[in-house]
């Protein structure tokens, strides 16, 4: 097995008492699409914000390429290329979608995306650009936040709930533009409450239940039973 | 009588724009990091005493010794934010408060330490009584448009940080979602004492075109606090423009006030304040909301 580009080992991370993740572990190989889906609450947005830097873990390892980054802050994980595409869009509403997109590459790591290459990918920002963020409609402005990660050139996006609150019709469009991203090399983790989207989507699959993996395995291998199993703790 | 009454309104404008110098660097605190720097005003007077202190050790003018104090004030700036300020920074909005009050009381009483209580004023020579006619009655004093002229080009400036350029977007990002903006690659602290700087940079000019004008002495920051205060409020929160028509209508307010009665001075400017916060919470020209 090749060294993976991403190892969470057995991490624990909290919200000041509250433990919300318990020794969980996934890897992540270079150019793989890994899903992880869980009910809400089980963890899945803590284990990308502790993998993005956003909340520190209190156990356990964080190695991307090779080397640790479990204390590394928010902004420095950044610049070593992993981009979260955070849960809500969360788009800079005083800023125009341009500037928003800028935003996301002021950390000027080098590679195949910029502006152009982005509208490219998402034609409909490019029309808008220079409207403010809020003027976008939901899926708009998931495609901007994808776009804006984009921006900092990374080597793994972890994208946080795509879906929520669109229309299926606009989530089948954003995922239909995921294979282009992964063309470029990026490695994904995608968090998604739609299983079957994630299904489609992944290679991998982990499944968490209270902060604790309770499935892992390659997507088409794994039963409907044993994932709603899993994801339902029946 | 009528000229002397524009005149009047006159010099309260020109007077208006060192108070928008006062209110701009307040404003752009309080609306990068949502800190209320209760130290500004002595901040403003710690810039004067640099300034003097420079004056007199380089025999330069007060208006040259920008090119130092504007840099040496920026660096405290910075230095204030990255050891000091950030660590008071969260959901509360207290500890900053409680910090700079605390700071506010050690400037004040560290600068009569060095300096006592006496009166001190910067010298700018000829140019301080240079005036020139431009109506019937009417004249302007040459620092006071200089003054005036600075200010607007400080808020201009400001303006166009703020827009068109990636310090200025890195602002407002940071200002609207911290979190966020930490996940694009922005250390905030640095962002944070970025704002710090260019706001004490703003000091330096204030402090200087202050001690140019009037006499100080180590006590009387936080009147010039509230000036800023005043003129942040009137403007309405967020608005560079609208902070120097609160400058303006400030300093107006306060002209008048003196023409009427040298003693209400300070009394009309509160009081327009007092009015126009009453009638417009949110300010005259309120930040659109995106």
């Known amino acids: ?148 990660a984009l921006m900092s050139n990374p080597r793994l996006l972890l994208c946080d709930e795509i879906s929520l609150g669109l229309a299926p019709i606009v989530v089948r469009d954003i995922y239909a533009r995921l294979p282009a991203i992964v063309a470029e090399g990026l490695s994904l983790i995608v968090v998604e409450q739609d299983i079957a989207q994630a299904l489609k989507a992944a290679r991998q699959v982990y499944c968490l239940q209270e902060g604790r993996i309770a499935l892992q395995g390659a997507a088409r291998e794994l039963t409907r039973e044993s994932i709603l199993a899993a994801y339902f703790g029946v | 009588m009528a000229m002397q009454w524009l005149n009047v309104i006159l010099q309260g404008v020109l007077i208006g724009g060192l108070y928008a110098m006062f209110a701009a660097g307040l404003s752009l605190i309080f609306g990068v990091m949502r800190l209320v720097n209760i130290a500004h005003g002595d901040l403003i007077v710690l810039a004067a005493y640099v300034a003097l202190l420079v004056t007199q050790g380089l025999g330069v003018d007060p208006l040259t010794s920008l090119l130092l104090v504007t840099p040496i004030m920026a660096a405290i700036g910075y230095a204030l934010q990255r050891g000091l300020l950030n660590y008071t920074l969260g959901d509360d909005l207290l500890p900053p408060l409680l910090v700079t009050f605390g700071l506010s009381i050690i400037i004040q009483n560290g600068l009569l330490e060095l300096f006592t209580a006496d009166s001190r004023k910067l010298q700018a020579g000829a140019i301080e009584i240079q005036t020139f006619q431009v109506a019937q009655g009417i004249w302007i004093g040459v620092l006071p448009l200089i003054q005036f002229a600075v200010a607007v080009a400080v808020i201009a400036g400001l303006q166009a940080l703020f827009y068109k350029t990636a310090l200025g977007r890195a602002f407002r990002a940071t200002s609207d979602d911290q979190a966020v903006a930490q996940l694009m690659g922005l250390d905030t602290r640095h962002v944070f004492a970025m704002a710090m700087a260019l706001s004490l940079a703003i000091i330096a000019i204030a402090g200087v075109f202050l001690a140019v004008r009037t006499n100080f002495d180590p006590a009387i920051g936080p009147a010039r606090l509230i000036f800023g205060f005043e003129a942040v409020i009137i403007g309405g929160l967020g608005n560079m423009w609208g902070t120097l028509v609160g400058g303006v209508i400030l300093g107006v307010s306060q002209a008048i006030g003196a023409q009427i009665d040298p003693g209400w001075q300070l009394l009309a400017g509160h009081i327009v304040f007092l009015a126009i916060l009453a009638v417009r919470p949110q300010g005259l020209f309120p930040k659109v909301s995106g």
């Open chain 1, 1 to 148: 097995m090749p060294d993976p580009l991403l190892e969470v080992r057995a991490i624990d991370a909290y919200y000041g008492d509250f433990q919300a993740l318990f020794g969980v572990s996934l890897r992540v190989n270079a150019g793989e699409v890994v899903a992880v889906i869980g009910a809400n609450g089980a963890g899945k947005s803590t284990l990308l914000k502790s993998i993005a830097g956003l909340i520190r873990p209190k156990a356990g390892d964080i190695v991307f390429d090779g080397e640790p980054i479990g204390v590394a802050p928010a902004f420095a994980v950044v610049k070593r290329g992993i981009a979260l595409v955070p849960e809500g869009r969360r788009l800079f509403p005083s800023l125009t979608v341009e500037e928003n997109l800028l935003i996301g590459g002021q950390s000027r790591r080098p590679g195949p995306w910029t502006l152009d290459r982005v509208y490219d990918l998402f034609p409909v920002l490019a029309e808008r650009r220079h409207l403010p963020a809020p003027a976008l409609s939901g899926g708009q402005q998931q495609m901007a936040a994808i776009a804006r």
